[in-house]
Structures are given as C-alpha cells and as structure tokens.
C-alpha cells in the first residue's frame, strides 16, 4: 500500500487547470476538514435523511487527514480557492486481482456549483490515478438506491452499477 500512497501524494498533489472556469482538483489538507465535515452532514440529510453528529464526523474526517491508509479526500476549489466538492477515497485489497480498488465515498457538491461537470473532473482525477498507477485496479462507489440523480450520473460516465449488490450490518 505504502506505493499506492506514495502515487497519490506525487500524482494527485499536481493542480489541475479543469476547464475554462479554471476549477482545480486537488487532494484536500488537514485545513480543510471542516469544510469537508460540514459537507458530510448536509450529504447525509439531502440524500438519506439522515442528521450526523457534527462533532463525530468532524472528528472522523479529522481522523482520515492524520492516518492516509485510511484513505485521501479530495477537493475542487473554483478561482478563489473556495471548497466548492469533496470526496473521499478508501482502499480495497482485491486478492482476485492481487492489486487495489479505490473507493469513492461521500461525494458532495456544493448545490450552486451541481450541473457543471465538478463531479466529472473529480472522478476522472481519481481514474486517472488508477490508469497510471500498476498496484491499482479500478475505482468503484456504491449509492442509495433511492439517488436517482446520481445514479444517472454515474451511468452517464460509463460506471456499471449491474454487477454487484451492497448488504451491510452497521452499529448505530
């Protein structure tokens, strides 16, 4: 895992001129963490009706930012360098594969910036990271079945949400 990470720090540090609004994609800091956290709870209750903790997922998105095997969230920042989306990325070992999947979780975009695109240049970072990197063999995300708009999304870029089905057990 230590080159995966490796990767990601010397590949996705890079800032990337996305288009021409000059949105820029790049890995998030521990500056950025409320923002991020804020960005979860408002996720949670807009596509699950779920109300967070605040101090528990500021604590955990906290947590991400000091231990990177847990995973690296990303951010897009628009010209002013406001935080504009955030995602998460988590690690998977596939041993059928004998190399790792990225998991994008908690995606979110701020509602004023939805519809242009912002998602799409945070993926296509992301798959780009997976293309270039030997030890990584794809990207996968799961959705609420009941987020028909981003479930559009994702068809539209190609993702196949056909093959597998997602079961859980969670504590509270």
């Given at each position: 895992m230590s080159n995966v990470l490796k990767t990601a720090r010397t590949h996705l540090n890079e800032r990337?001129?996305?288009?021409?609004n000059m949105i820029?994609?790049?890995l998030a800091n521990e500056e950025d963490y409320e923002t991020i956290a804020g960005f979860q709870?408002?996720?949670a209750l807009e596509t699950e009706d779920i109300s967070l903790?605040?101090?528990?997922?500021?604590?955990?998105?906290h947590s991400v930012m000091r231990d990177p095997t847990k995973g690296k969230y990303f951010v897009a920042v628009d010209t002013d360098n406001k935080i504009i989306s955030s995602l998460l990325v988590t690690f998977e070992w596939s041993d059928w594969r004998?190399?790792?999947?990225?998991?994008?979780?908690?995606?979110?975009?701020l509602s004023e910036y939805r519809k242009q695109?912002?998602?799409?240049?945070?993926?296509q970072k992301v798959k780009e990271w997976a293309e270039q990197d030997t030890e990584i063999t794809g990207v996968r995300l799961y959705v609420d079945k009941s987020n028909q708009r981003a479930i559009e999304v994702y068809k539209r870029m190609g993702m196949n949400g056909e093959h597998y089905q997602l079961f859980e057990w969670m504590i509270s």
């Open positions: 990337t001129k996305l288009s021409k820029q994609i790049r709870i408002k996720m903790d605040k101090e528990t997922v500021t604590t955990g998105v004998n190399k790792w999947v990225l998991w994008i979780q908690s995606v979110y975009v695109g912002i998602f799409r240049k945070m993926y």
